[in-house]
């Protein structure tokens, strides 16, 4: 620091001379001389600072370190100690050496006999037997040879103990020469939890079953154990390694392994665990073995049992068997010679059957939540159904080849069906198991079932998506779904014929269901097909088709099974399992999900048309944006009924049977047995209940509608009606019908008089019914139920009483002469005529709407002089029948949904001319034809020629 901060000015002081200073100081009184007083206090400052941090970090260091400091100089403490120890063990080699040489028979400090060198020997060759151990040990462990590298431990172990154990005072002070006895033993005890932990490592993966026999046996000899703590020991490493085998690998932590394979490895380990059971404890006798020693004591012992009675048996090889020949020296002691390894209390015990059976049944049933959560994991990666086919497929060709190579070796009588698998699992578990059943399919299924529960999630989020991006550009009013203003005009207006000019045979063969169920609208929108839905419903509609029409293709993978064609001979053994076992479960739960899905999408457009009303006040205060989003929503619902399919297919899925195609004509079939049927079966129940919640979500976004319509129009017919000046209706009478009767004189003679009656309904009432018609020809007729229309036509009724009812009992009643009666009670005769039609009286309901429609009549009729009234009846009577015929086909969407009242049936005669359609009890409703249906007929078709005529009236009645 000093130095950095003299000057680097070259001058010396006076005379060149330093005085005899030391260079520090030299630079010290330089630093004096350049520098003012402030800096030399500011140097002074940051050096002391610097000092200090210095001492900070000094202090840090040993007090952080100090431990370690004083570990390492023990250490060097101890690598001197030892060096000197070699070093004066070196010396006292060199005079031995010497001492040999001369033919000296001194060795330390006393004096030792003839057989001394033997003595020296046999412990020096026992030495050298614990310095090579570790050596040996770990080249063993490499090897896998675990039952030499435990023969070794309990040999340097006995040797050990033989040695430090010695009494004989010559040996003691031959020991005395081996002063790294002791250490040794240090390094070797170790090895028995080493090998203990590799053998625990090897059992961790599938092993061939002599390997499997030799390891085993080692763990038994280190630890002694009990052929019952073996079994246990064994069956806690197995459950370890399936533990280990489905434990998830977090990404960039390890190899990533396919679900597959893990699954697979899994279940292979399961199965020839269960085999290795079998052969290292079963009492599978002596009989398979290749040993030709092998005697009676054998008989009833596993393979580990017969091993370890073999490695310690008294006439064991010479050359020392397992242990690799360590025993040949001559100078080695007997007692080494004839080691054999010492074995735990109960070690070549046999297990009983029902004890083997008890432990590993309990050990399998602890392993099933085990195999069930860990598969459940690891299954979780695959996204796709056909992911989940992969796992299931690849099980099915494990475990055939695993129950394959069990036929040579598992005798199966003749009159058992349960195949090599099942024997060996009542003599290991006590039942027959199957594995994929009992591990594996619930998990699997039930991730099937997660998958395809998302896809149907996806797909009504999808669609519905797209609704409401339709119901928000209607809201902003652009032109691209501008055709939902008037869904009429867009069908007639801009509609093209179907390419091809006929329909398919499934838009065929709807109508007549639908007919048959009294829908005309839903026949004729199957008839037209998904093109008579506006592109924004049909848009949604074609996505939900298609999502659903996906889920029914990855199913069909779950549920039908390839079907093998080659004969399976008598002694081939039976399939691991059915794959398609449990596809009445699934087909089950495909009914369940699309239930879900279709109450989820109802759901849906319930919470939007709330929404869209929250933001509207309410029903009564919706804006026509508004209604025609809630329309927007109820075609959509309406158009899922009769155009989605798949809905169909996923509900009338067949519940019994292996397999079965989920094709179109499979679900045709079933429906048309089902009709045939006097009583309908489950899922038809379950398929109306669908489409009842999909109409009822239609209905209820109808009866926003109707509603808003019923009120606007009324509200316009009552301003009307109660302003309407009835003294000018003695001027309207101009216009009314001259009526010419005739009278009997009391002479006998008659008199003819005119009277003039009215002919047609009033401006009011026809804008109210001509309006209401329009409105439903706008947002689409052939898209609104008959109930809802009747629903509509009931509330006008309703509104037109109310208004009828005021006026009548109001204060204008006064001011309403016998004219006006009669214009009200004609009025009131067509209101009736064409909203009530002639519906049975019920209470509540259109029978007491009957009632107040008598009122009203009886009222106007009490106004009335009776005698002229008994003349007038019959006349009006007649021009009211005439005007109900003319406005049949113009009010054709209120006069078809009832039959007409008995008294518009006029018979036809050959001189009068009258309207033909009244002559049936219920007139069929017009259904809307485009104006190219005409050319999808085949030519030659009979009634070609009418049909034509009733395009031409749907076109008059679209007016």
């Not at 977090?250 to 190899?255: A, T």
């Not at 020296?329 to 083997?356: C, E, H, N, W, Y």
């Not at 078809?896 to 009068?912: C, V, Y």
């Amino acid at each position: 620091f000093w130095a950095q901060m003299a000057p680097t000015s070259s001058h010396t002081h006076d005379g060149g001379d330093n005085g005899g200073l030391e260079p520090w100081e030299q630079k010290t009184d330089e630093l004096f001389r350049t520098k003012t007083v402030e800096e030399i206090k500011t140097a002074q400052r940051s050096n002391r600072d610097a000092i200090e941090k210095k001492k900070t970090e000094l202090r840090e260091l040993v007090t952080d370190r100090y431990r370690d400091l004083i570990e390492a100089a023990d250490t060097v403490v101890t690598m001197a100690s030892s060096a000197a120890e070699v070093v004066s063990s070196a010396h006292n080699m060199q005079e031995l050496c010497q001492n040999i040489q001369h033919g000296s028979r001194q060795f330390g400090e006393a004096d030792y006999d003839r057989a001394a060198p033997s003595a020296f020997y046999t412990i020096a060759i026992q030495m050298k037997l614990l310095m090579d151990a570790p050596e040996q040990i770990w080249s063993a462990l490499e090897e896998r040879n675990f039952f030499r590298a435990a023969i070794m431990y309990v040999t340097s172990k006995f040797i050990f103990d033989g040695v430090r154990n010695e009494r004989d005072s010559t040996n003691r002070r031959l020991l005395k020469s081996f002063p790294i006895l002791f250490r040794q033993w240090d390094s070797i005890q170790p090895f028995k939890e080493n090998i203990t932990r590799t053998a625990r490592e090897f059992f961790l993966s599938p092993q061939p079953d002599d390997a499997a026999v030799a390891a085993l046996a080692a763990v038994m000899v280190v630890d002694q154990l009990s052929v019952t703590a073996a079994l246990q020991w064994y069956l806690d490493v197995k459950s370890e390694s399936v533990s280990a085998a489905l434990a998830a690998v977090p990404l960039g932590q390890g190899l990533v392994v396919e679900p597959t394979d893990k699954i697979c490895a899994v279940i292979r380990g399961i199965a020839q665990t269960v085999r290795q059971l079998h052969t290292l404890f079963g009492q599978s006798g002596a009989a398979d073995d290749d040993d030709d020693a092998a005697d009676a004591g054998d008989a009833g012992l596993g393979k580990v049992g017969r091993f370890l009675r073999r490695a310690v048996s008294a006439n064991r090889a010479e050359d020392g068997g397992a242990a690799g020949g360590l025993f040949l020296s001559q100078a080695m002691p007997a007692s080494v010679r004839d080691f054999r390894p010492p074995l735990a209390t109960g070690a070549l015990d046999k297990i009983p059957a029902d004890t083997l059976q008890a432990t590993c049944g309990g050990w399998f049933r602890g392993l099933i939540p085990t195999v069930e959560e860990g598969a459940g994991r690891v299954l979780r990666q695959v996204e796709a159904v056909v992911g989940v086919v992969t796992v299931r497929d690849a099980i099915w060709t494990l475990l055939g080849q695993e129950y394959a190579t069990l036929a040579p070796g598992i005798t199966v009588s003749i009159a058992d069906d349960a195949g090599p698998w099942g024997v060996l699992c009542r003599r290991v578990l006590g039942k027959e198991t199957e594995l994929w059943g009992t591990l594996l399919q619930q998990s699997v299924m039930h991730r099937a079932q997660t998958v395809l529960t998302s896809m149907f999630r996806v797909a009504v989020e999808a669609a519905f998506s797209t609704a409401t991006t339709y119901t928000a550009a209607i809201a902003a009013g652009e032109v691209e779904v501008a055709e939902e203003s008037n869904v009429g005009e867009n069908l007639w207006g801009h509609r093209k014929a179907p390419e091809g000019g006929h329909a398919t045979q499934q838009q065929q063969q709807q109508p007549q269901q639908q007919h048959a169920k009294g829908d005309d609208a839903g026949a004729l929108a199957a008839a037209v097909g998904l093109a008579s839905c506006p592109p924004s419903v049909r848009q949604v509609v074609e996505g939900l088709t298609v999502a659903l029409a996906n889920v029914l293709e990855q199913s069909r993978v779950l549920l039908e099974e390839a079907r093998d064609t080659t004969p399976r001979g008598l002694s081939d053994p039976p399939p691991p399992f059915e794959k398609c076992g449990d596809a009445i479960e699934l087909r089950r739960f495909l009914q369940a999900a699309c239930e879900k899905c279709v109450d989820d999408f109802v759901a849906n457009v319930d919470t939007e048309v709330a929404a869209i009303l929250s933001k509207e006040g309410g029903a009564a205060n919706a804006g026509a944006n508004a209604v025609d989003q809630i329309l927007f929503l109820g075609r959509v619902c309406r158009a899922v009924v009769l155009h989605a399919n798949e809905v169909q297919q996923l509900m009338l899925l067949p519940a019994g049977g292996k397999g079965g195609h989920l094709d179109g004509k499979f679900v045709a079939r079933t429906r048309r047995a089902a009709q045939r049927r006097a009583a309908p079966t489950e899922h038809d129940t379950r398929l109306a209940a669908v489409r009842d919640k999909l109409l009822a979500a239609c209905g209820r976004c109808h009866a926003v509608w109707t509603s808003r319509i019923s009120h606007d129009r009324a509200v316009e017919f009552r301003r009307r009606l109660l302003e309407h000046d009835w003294a000018g209706v003695v001027v309207e009478k101009r216009t009314w019908q001259r009526h010419t009767v005739e009278e009997e004189t009391e002479a006998g003679g008659k008199l003819e008089s005119v009277v003039r009656l009215p002919s047609q309904a009033s401006s009011y009432v026809l804008t109210l019914l001509c309006n209401a018609c329009a409105e439903v020809s706008r947002v689409g007729g052939h898209t609104v139920a008959t109930e809802t229309i009747g629903a509509l036509a009931d509330a006008l009724y309703d509104e037109c009483v109310v208004g009828y009812t005021e006026l009548l009992n109001g204060p204008t009643r006064k001011a309403l002469s016998q004219d006006a009666l009669l214009q009200i009670l004609f009025d009131l005769y067509f209101v009736g005529d064409v909203l009530l039609g002639s519906a049975p009286p019920a209470a509540g309901g259109p029978g007491q709407r009957h009632v107040h429609f008598g009122d009203l009549v009886n009222q106007c009729k009490e106004g009335v002089d009776p005698f002229d009234l008994v003349i007038f009846l019959p006349l009006l009577e007649a021009s009211r029948t005439k005007m109900y015929h003319r406005c049949t086909t113009l009010l054709g969407y209120f006069t078809q949904l009832r039959p007409a009242p008995s008294g518009l049936r006029p018979t036809l005669s050959s001189s009068e001319q009258s309207n033909t359609m009244a002559l049936a009890d219920v007139v069929n409703r017009f259904p809307l034809l485009p104006i190219s249906a005409g050319g999808g007929l085949k030519p030659g078709i009979r009634g070609a020629k009418k049909k034509t005529k009733a395009g031409q009236s749907a076109a008059l009645f679209a007016l």
